[in-house]
């Protein structure tokens, strides 16, 4: 079965600093995955996904995630974050024959000024 | 395009009731999916409703149950609530079933507090 594993909880980090929030999953064939941000009280909003081809993927928010395979590894990554860039982050894979999504447990990105 | 919507927004039960929790899908998409997010967690995958009918569950006892109606709306009903039931229950949309190519459009969700 696939899974997902966000190593870092919290990310605390100064407003236009570089930020990167780590995740890895288990291997698998084919792997599709994705980057989701949650602001409080909201649902769940895609940031960028990673289907097939170019293993550097970019998405809104001027967020960028790359996909390594041997070290089996998306990691999102901004280089310059703001205030409003404060919230929850997870990543996730599409997982089973059922297609569903599996998550990790998330990772709180604080950006303070 | 109308995004999902979820009611009701926030809900306070006790142990052993019941609950519904409704979901309008996003114009245009036939599959809803339900998920489950308790405190301090990732999203948990309970099901998805494809024309109508359950395809795919998660491990989700059978107290978890749903429905999905001919405009594609969808209702999650939770009998016999545990405390543990307390969450952010989330429903999610797509045109087909989830791939990569079919994403996810998630409601801003229903919490449900179980005392």
């Known amino acids: 079965a696939q899974s997902v594993t966000q190593l870092d909880s919290q990310v605390p980090v100064f407003e236009e600093a570089p930020v990167e929030l780590r995740c890895n999953y288990s291997s698998s064939v084919s792997v599709y995955l994705f980057w989701y941000v949650q602001y409080p009280n909201q649902g769940l909003q895609l940031l960028l996904k990673?289907?097939?081809?170019?293993?550097l993927v970019k998405g809104i928010n001027g967020f960028e995630a790359e996909f390594n395979k041997s070290q089996t590894s998306f990691h999102l990554r901004k280089p310059s974050v703001h205030i409003s860039d404060t919230a929850e982050y997870f990543c996730?894979?599409?997982?089973?024959?059922?297609?569903?999504?599996?998550f990790g447990k998330g990772t709180k990105l604080s950006v303070k000024p | 395009e109308t995004g999902v919507t979820q009611s009701p927004t926030h809900l306070i039960k006790t142990r052993g009731q019941q609950v519904t929790l409704r979901c309008s899908s996003q114009s245009g998409h036939n599959t809803v999916s339900w998920y489950q997010q308790a405190l301090g967690q990732g999203p948990q995958f309970i099901f998805q409703y494809y024309r109508e009918e359950e395809n795919g569950r998660g491990n989700f006892p059978p107290r978890f149950s749903g429905l999905q109606f001919p405009n594609y709306s969808s209702e999650l009903n939770v009998n016999a609530l545990e405390l543990d039931d307390s969450a952010l229950y989330l429903c999610?949309?797509?045109?087909?079933?989830?791939?990569?190519?079919?994403?996810?459009?998630f409601g801003a969700g229903s919490r449900l507090t179980v005392l």
């Open positions: 999610a949309s797509s045109l087909g079933l989830v791939s990569g190519a079919n994403v996810l459009t």
């Open positions: 996730a894979v599409v997982g089973g024959s059922q297609g569903n999504l599996i």
């Open positions: 990673y289907l097939s081809g170019s293993t």
